[in-house]
């Protein structure tokens, strides 16, 4: 057993980890396992990836409607700058829901989650046709 894998198991088999070996997943781990994971990986890293960029072109083009129009001397931004932002506000806002019970919480807003974007920019597009 190399060192690694011997420090690992005296550290973790009080905890009941040792499937977690080393050696296990150097053995046992098929071609298909890891090509399920790395699919995985990117699909998530993608979909991130879309949350922050649209939020961030929503959050350009909200800007130039509204702030640039009323004040034309601020800065102008790109849309860069806006997936900074909506990630900078992103963390900052507590996200967790573990003090709520399951049965209170709302699993339909899973589904809006990838179209809330477009649907602030359709109701901001609405307003700026009507007011501006």
Not at 67 to 87: D, E, K, M, Q, R
Not at 102 to 128: C, G
């Amino acid at each position: 057993m190399c060192w690694l894998c011997q420090t690992f198991h005296r550290n973790f088999t009080n905890l009941n980890f040792s499937f977690l070996s080393f050696h296990y997943l150097k053995t046992k781990t098929t071609m298909v396992e890891l090509t399920a994971l790395l699919i995985g990986a990117l699909i998530f890293v993608a979909l991130i990836g879309y949350s922050t960029f649209s939020w961030g072109y929503v959050l350009h083009v909200m800007y130039g409607w509204f702030i640039l129009s009323a004040i034309p001397t601020l800065p102008h931004f790109t849309v860069l700058h806006f997936v900074g932002f909506s990630l900078f506000a992103n963390a900052l806002v507590r996200h967790s829901s573990d003090s709520i019970k399951s049965e209170y919480k709302d699993k339909s807003k899973k589904s809006l989650h990838w179209i809330s974007p477009w649907l602030t920019l359709l109701v901001a597009w609405i307003v700026h046709s009507i007011w501006f």
